[in-house]
């Protein structure tokens, strides 16, 4: 089979996680589990809590600063910000936006894109659709997650797996020098949609003190549920996606899954055929940033020395939706 030729190039990315470290102790004190408890079904020791007053936006516009940096790029010459979040700061208008202010893209259009923790792998294929119409020249992706303000602190089943944080990356068309995304499949099963949902306070159920007293504009979850869904879809999406863009396993360098769950990960792993040494980890100090995982994923990978430029890399990510999806890059 012809290999494709990239499509469009990730030029850079960046990060930003808050300050604040919370343990699995830490969280002992406010439920009952236990730090063996977590890191045995989860592979999370800590996570990052953003303070009230920090924005998803302002999370997302830092680590978009640091990406534009190492891009070389100026505001003025952003013209898309896509920014994934499944924790907007406001419900009128899109978190993008306020993005946009802060990092004063004053020529840029924005807009958000909501798919959960696949949100994203999503934003990237959206920005590719822009740039190969030829609709762009510079897009900025942002994925932004201040999970810590959707989730229930009193509910043990789920307030251990989340932590907040931000991941950024400035797209280009490929310029023929072989670098940037081979292959993508994006999934969605909406039938699926209540094993993972926040059921209260939207449009189907607005805000009202009943609401606010049962917890239901809060994060819900079947874990179980989810945890089989998640490992075969995404072993499936890393099949396809690796097909699509005419690798095999061999020639992965390394694999960049969501970060849920250590034992998610090891499966998907095992399933799509990868060693464990090429799978990247960092959900023991993390824990699950919904979108933010991959592209904080891809920064810390890069500057660890990981990947560099030629690495063929595979991201796969998961979630609520259910959506699902993998992509093959070339760095
Ligand atoms: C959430 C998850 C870690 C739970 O692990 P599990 O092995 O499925 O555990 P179960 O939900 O069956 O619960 C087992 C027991 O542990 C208890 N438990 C749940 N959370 C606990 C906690 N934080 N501390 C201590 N005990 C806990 C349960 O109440 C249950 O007790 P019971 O047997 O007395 O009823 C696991 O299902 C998972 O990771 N699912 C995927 C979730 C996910 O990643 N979602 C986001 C996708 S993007």
Redesign the pocket.
């Known amino acids: 089979m012809r290999k494709p030729e990239p499509t469009v190039e990730l030029i850079s990315t960046g990060r930003f996680l808050p300050d604040c470290v919370v343990t699995n102790d830490d969280l002992a004190k406010r439920?009952?589990?236990?730090d063996e408890?977590?890191r045995t079904?989860?592979g999370i020791r800590e996570r990052r809590v953003a303070p009230d007053d920090m924005t998803a936006a302002f999370m997302g516009a830092e680590a978009a600063k640091v990406a534009m940096q190492r891009a070389g790029v100026e505001p003025g010459e952003v013209d898309i910000v896509i920014l994934s979040t499944a924790t907007p700061d406001r419900w009128l208008p899109s978190t993008a936006c306020d993005a946009q202010a802060l990092l004063g893209c004053t020529n840029a259009f924005a807009f958000d894109v909501m798919a959960?923790?696949t949100g994203f792998l999503y934003a990237l294929t959206v920005a590719e659709g822009y740039l190969m119409a030829g609709r762009a020249e510079v897009v900025l992706v942002i994925a932004s997650e201040k999970m810590s303000s959707i989730t229930n602190w009193e509910d043990?089943?789920t307030c251990?797996?989340f932590g907040d944080g931000a991941g950024a990356t400035v797209l280009r068309k490929a310029n023929g020098a072989g670098r940037g995304i081979l292959s993508s499949v994006m999934r969605s099963d909406g039938n699926l949609a209540d094993l993972?949902n926040r059921p209260g306070g939207g449009a189907a159920e607005p805000m009202s003190q009943a609401i606010l007293e049962s917890g239901r504009h809060l994060i819900q979850?079947q874990?179980?549920e989810?945890?089989k869904h998640?490992v075969r879809s995404m072993a499936e999406a890393c099949d396809i996606a690796l097909k699509r863009a005419g690798l095999t396993v061999d020639d992965v360098d390394l694999l960049v899954p969501?970060q849920?769950?250590i034992?998610?990960i090891e499966a998907t792993a095992k399933y799509a055929g990868l060693p464990l040494d090429k799978v990247f980890v960092n959900v023991d100090r993390y824990g699950?940033m919904?979108s933010a995982s991959v592209p904080v994923g891809l920064d810390e990978a890069q500057e660890q020395g990981l990947i560099g430029p030629g690495s063929n890399i595979l991201t796969v990510a998961?979630?609520?939706g259910l959506t699902w999806g993998a992509m093959a890059l070339r760095w």
């Open positions: 439920v009952d589990t236990s408890w977590i079904r989860t959960a923790c043990r089943t251990v797996l993972l979850m874990g179980r989810i945890f998640a969501h849920a769950n034992r998610i699950n919904s998961f979630g609520a």
